[in-house]
């Protein structure tokens, strides 16, 4: 795996962290207390996809705190750290979706799928609940209820919405960037 990192992934840093903040308002309630479905996640789940773990690393960390702090007054920590996991751990795999080469075939879609649902039980059911206890001493019985939760919605969020933008990037948008260095 190649690293690369130019002004294309900063500029992805900076829109994707604004998507991120910016939908951290958009809530589906699950029934579950404090566990919504979020658009967030497709958004970030996408730009790893294409841009790599640093750009999806960066927007979940830096989206989720900043979310937490502009809409809620404080950051809940134990819920950031997982989304950053999640973001770096899609973008590992960025080259083998093939994304902005049109490559995102039903090979890479499989791929991506397996790669986030791996990932997300690691960070909801796993991560946030341990980080919940340690950090803010929650209660157990609650906090396994929250993560599978918040596994369950981050799978659907971006197994149906994370994929349809990276089909409909990799059929039109990877093809025809406007994004071009300058002489």
């Not at 609650?142 to 939760?149: D, E, I, N, P, T």
Request: hydrophobic share 55%; proline share 4%; net charge positive.
């Amino acid at each position: 795996m190649k690293l690369k990192f130019g002004i294309k992934e900063v500029v992805a840093i900076g829109i994707g962290t604004a998507l991120f903040v910016a939908l951290t308002q958009i809530q589906i309630p699950t029934g579950i207390p404090n566990t919504y479905l979020q658009p967030r996640m497709a958004i970030m789940a996408f730009l790893a996809a294409v841009f790599g773990p640093i750009v999806g690393a960066v927007v979940g960390l830096l989206g989720h705190a900043l979310g937490d702090a502009m809409f809620y007054g404080s950051v809940w920590w134990s819920w950031v750290f997982p989304d950053g996991l999640v973001g770096l751990a899609i973008g590992l795999f960025a080259a083998k979706y093939a994304v902005k080469e049109g490559g995102f075939d039903k090979k890479a879609i499989i791929l991506f799928n397996v790669a986030q649902i791996v990932v997300n039980a690691v960070a909801w059911i796993g991560l946030a609940p341990l980080l919940d206890i340690l950090i803010y001493a929650e209660p157990v019985e609650k906090l396994f209820v929250q993560g599978a939760g918040a596994f369950l919605g981050n799978i659907l969020i971006i197994g149906i919405l994370g994929t349809l933008l990276c089909a409909g990037y990799s059929k039109i948008g990877a093809k025809s960037s406007s994004l071009s260095k300058e002489d």
